[in-house]
C-alpha cells in the first residue's frame, strides 16, 4: 500500500513566542487571542517556507479556533478547507493534496487556554457535556484527564512491573530535552529522586506525569512534493506514511484503555504507518509521542514495536529515552516541558529534527522522525522524514 | 439530605432505570432480547447486534478489582473535604465494567482481582450509589 508515502512534504513551521507569552500571562497580561496566536504562528510558517500567502490554497484550522474566522484573519480564499486535530490536520492535508483539490495546505492553530482559564477536569471541563464518561463517572468523583491515565497506568504497572520511578524515567528525559532547548517552558533538570519526591496529583500519577497549560499558536505548510521542491527556500520535510486506528466500542466503560491499553489500536496504526513509508521502528532516529501525560510513552513504546511487549520498564531505564541514549523521545521536551500544544508542537520538533536545526538537541544524522499519539484509543502515526 | 455537594447523575432518559433499580438496592445493566449482550452504560441499539429490543436486567452484585486511583485533588467543591479520596474501576461477573469507590475498609495497596461485592449508600432522597466492599 502506497497511500499516501511521498504525496506532500513540509516546508514551513512557526510557533508563537512561548515563553514570553507565558511570562506576561503569569503577570496577568494577554498577549493574544486563539486567533492571534494562530496569526502569529501563520507568519512564521510562511516566512520559514519562504513563500508568500498567494502560493496558498488550502486551510486546516485546529479544534480550538473558527475555521471561518481565522481563514477571514489571515485573508485565505481556499479550494479545500478543514478542522482538525494536528495528527488528522496533517494526514487530511495529504489526502486533498493526493485528491488534487489543493496544492499547498496552511496548518494553523492557536489556543489561549492558560490566560482563558480552561480547565480539564471538573464540572467546567471543556468538553465535558460531549465526553461521556465524565456524564457517566462524575457521581463518584472520577472527573478528571488525569485520573483516566492514572487508571491504566496502575493496572499496566500492575502486570508488566513497570514502576513508578521506571515511569519517572519520561519526565526526567523530557526536561532534559527541554533544558537544551530555548524555547521550552519547564528548562531546570529534574532528577529521578526530584520525580519520585514530587506530589501526587492523582495517584499514581505525580504531578511531573502531568502536561503544562499554556498559551500559544503553531503553524505549518504541507505542500505536494514537487511544487515544495520549487517553491521551498529550505529541503522539504517528506511525509513517507501515515495510519491511523480508533477504538470505540466500550469506551466510555474504559474497557480499551484499562483492559488493552489501547494496543490493538497501536499495533493496527504500526502496521499501517510502517508498511506505507517502507520503513519500522529500528529506522527511527527520534520519536515524538502525544504527551498529555508521560504514561503515553511506555504505552507507545511497546504497541509501535519499540521494545518487547511488557519490557518497558526496563527497556526506559536502562537503554534509554533522553537524547544521547537508544531512542530520544520527545526532542524537544514535549507537552511537560516544552508546550502544551495538543500535539502540534510535535510536528514542529519533528520536522526541524530531520533538517538538522535543532542546536544542543539536535539528534545526530536525524533521517526519520516517527510521530504517534493514542488520544482516547484514536491512535494516529506520522513517519517524517528526509 | 439537602445538603449533598457532589455531583448527581444527569437526567439522561437512558440511564433512568439504572437508578431506580439503584434505588431498591438492584444492581442492573442494560441487556439484549435478542442476542444477549449486557452492556454498560446504556444505548439506544445494542453495540453488537444494533437491535432495539433492550431491557434492565439484575446483575449478581459480585465483580472483581480492575484498577484503582486516589484523587490528591479536588475537582469538584463537594469532594474537597474528602481528599484524598479513591476510585476504582470494577468488573462485574457479568462482564461491563464500572466506575466507582470503595466502600468500607480497603487495604493499601488493593490488586487486581480483588473480590468485590456491591453496596448502595443513599446520597439524596432519590439517588443511591453503588458502591463495592472488599470481600474478606
Ligand atoms: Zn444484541
Redesign the interface.
Known amino acids: 500500500m502506497n497511500g499516501l508515502k511521498g504525496v506532500a512534504a513540509v516546508i514551513g513551521v512557526g510557533e508563537s513566542d512561548y515563553v514570553g507569552d507565558h511570562a506576561r500571562v503569569r503577570a496577568g497580561e494577554k498577549p493574544h487571542d486563539s486567533n492571534g496566536y494562530a496569526a502569529v504562528a501563520f507568519k512564521r510558517a510562511i516566512e520559514d517556507a519562504g513563500i508568500s500567502r498567494d502560493d496558498i490554497d488550502g486551510l486546516i484550522v485546529g479544534p480550538t479556533v473558527a475555521y471561518e474566522r481565522i481563514g477571514e484573519v489571515l485573508g485565505i480564499n481556499p479550494t479545500w478547507g478543514g478542522q482538525q486535530d494536528a495528527m488528522l490536520a496533517v494526514i487530511e492535508a495529504c489526502m486533498a493534496i493526493k485528491s488534487g483539490l489543493a496544492t499547498c495546505v496552511a496548518l494553523v492553530y492557536g489556543n489561549d487556554q492558560r490566560s482563558a482559564a480552561v480547565q480539564y477536569?471538573?464540572?467546567e471541563?471543556m468538553g465535558g457535556n460531549m465526553f461521556?464518561s465524565y456524564?457517566?463517572?462524575?457521581?463518584?468523583?472520577?472527573?478528571?484527564q488525569g485520573?483516566l491515565y492514572?487508571?491504566?497506568f496502575?493496572?499496566f504497572s500492575?502486570?508488566t512491573g513497570c514502576t513508578e520511578r521506571h515511569l519517572g524515567e519520561v519526565a526526567v528525559a523530557q526536561r532534559l530535552a527541554a533544558s537544551l532547548n530555548p524555547g521550552a517552558l519547564m528548562r531546570k533538570p529534574i532528577t529521578l529522586d526530584d520525580y519520585m519526591a514530587s506530589?501526587?496529583?492523582?495517584?499514581?500519577l505525580h504531578l511531573f506525569d502531568y502536561c503544562l497549560i499554556n498559551d500559544g499558536g503553531v503553524a505549518l505548510i504541507v505542500c505536494e512534493a514537487e511544487k515544495a521542491k520549487r517553491i521551498a527556500a529550505k529541503k522539504p520535510v517528506a511525509i513517507h506514511g501515515v495510519g491511523r486506528f480508533d477504538l470505540n466500542?466500550?469506551a466510555?466503560?474504559?474497557?480499551p484503555r484499562?483492559?488493552d491499553f489501547y494496543r490493538p489500536a497501536q499495533e493496527a496504526c504500526a502496521k499501517q504507518v510502517y508498511d506505507m513509508a517502507g520503513v519500522g521502528p529500528e529506522d527511527m532516529d527520534a520519536v515524538q509521542i502525544y504527551d498529555s501525560f508521560s504514561c503515553h510513552i511506555p504505552f507507545a513504546l511497546e504497541g509501535y514495536g519499540y521494545c518487547r511487549s511488557g519490557d518497558v520498564g526496563r527497556f526506559m531505564a536502562e537503554e534509554g529515552i533522553a537524547l544521547g541514549r537508544k531512542l530520544p523521545v520527545n526532542t524537544g521536551g514535549g507537552h511537560l516541558s516544552h508546550s502544551y500544544m495538543q500535539g502540534w508542537n510535535h510536528q514542529v520538533e519533528a520536522v526541524r529534527q530531520v533538517r538538522g536545526e535543532c542546536g544542543a538537541r539536535q539528534v545526530e544524522d536525524c533521517r526519520f522522525v516517527h510521530y504517534n499519539s493514542d488520544v482516547a484509543g484514536k491512535a494516529v502515526s506520522i513517519i517524517y522524514g528526509v | 439530605m439537602s445538603a449533598y455537594r457532589k455531583p448527581l447523575p444527569t437526567d439522561d432518559p437512558l440511564m433512568a432505570p439504572f437508578w431506580q433499580n439503584a434505588k431498591a438496592r438492584r444492581l442492573s445493566v442494560q441487556s439484549c432480547r435478542d442476542c444477549g449482550d449486557k452492556h454498560f452504560p446504556p444505548g439506544p441499539v445494542c453495540p453488537k447486534c444494533l437491535s432495539e429490543d433492550q431491557e434492565w436486567e439484575p446483575v449478581s452484585g459480585r465483580a472483581a478489582l480492575v484498577s484503582w486511583v486516589r484523587f490528591h485533588r479536588a475537582y469538584w467543591d463537594g469532594f474537597v473535604g474528602e481528599v484524598p479520596y479513591d476510585v476504582c474501576l470494577v468488573a462485574l461477573e457479568e462482564g461491563p465494567l464500572l466506575v466507582s469507590n470503595f466502600s468500607g475498609p480497603v487495604p493499601d495497596d488493593p490488586k487486581a482481582g480483588t473480590p468485590l461485592e456491591v453496596v448502595f449508600e443513599d446520597v439524596t432522597d432519590t439517588v443511591a450509589l453503588p458502591k463495592f466492599r472488599i470481600v474478606a
Not at chain 1, 456524564?135 to 478528571?144: I, K, L, Q, R
Open positions: 477536569g471538573g464540572p471541563a461521556l456524564v457517566y463517572h462524575a457521581p463518584w468523583g472520577f472527573t478528571s485520573s492514572a487508571m491504566m496502575r493496572r500492575e502486570l506530589p501526587y496529583i492523582c495517584a499514581p466500542r466500550g466510555t466503560s474504559l474497557e484499562l483492559l
